[in-house]
């Protein structure tokens, strides 16, 4: 039986790993002409604030200086993301520059961009694309959004 078993095991494929495509953006993020010269910290964790910073680095030659990242794989860009970037600023990481990195097709208002504006924000566009829409479910459910400019 043992045997049996093996021989299968040995006949299907293994699932190979897939990353996830806001994986892929954060690992372009990463290598971004923004954070030339510092050490990047990915997933960075505030105890205070409850929060994980996607890409925080730290200047190699001086530590004051330092640049904090959210990757947002979105349809819409919203005001929620510029605030949850901001936190990056406050105490525990006291980041002197933040960025929001968004897919290539990512639709951002122009409220968003004039309060990123306001606040110090940069907004970076990926060269990705975002690759699924949702699907309608059995009943109708989950359908794709419709975003009027």
């Known amino acids: 039986m043992k045997k049996i078993l093996d021989e299968i095991k040995a006949t299907v494929p293994k699932k190979t790993k897939r990353i996830p495509n806001w994986g892929i953006q954060e690992q372009q993020a990463m290598k971004s002409s923004f954070y030339k ?3 990047i910290m990915p997933q960075k964790y505030t105890h205070t604030h409850n929060k994980r910073i996607d890409i925080f680095a730290v200047n190699k030659n ?15 860009a919203r005001l929620k993301d510029v605030r949850q970037i901001l936190i990056a600023k406050k105490y525990p990481l ?3 520059e933040v960025a929001l990195y968004y897919n290539r097709d990512t639709i951002i208002p122009q409220n968003v961009r004039d ?3 306001e606040k110090n924000v940069k907004i970076i566009r990926t060269r990705l694309t975002k ?3 949702r ?3 059995v ?3 989950f359908k ?3 975003y009027l400019m």
């Open 37 to 39: 010269g510092y050490k």
């Open 62 to 76: 001086n530590s004051s200086k330092r640049k904090a990242g959210e990757v947002k794989d979105t349809q819409k």
């Open 94 to 96: 006291c980041a002197t």
């Open 115 to 117: 309060y990123a504006q």
């Open 131 to 133: 690759t699924k829409e």
């Open 135 to 137: 699907q309608p479910g």
């Open 139 to 141: 009943s109708g459910f």
């Open 144 to 146: 794709p959004k419709k």
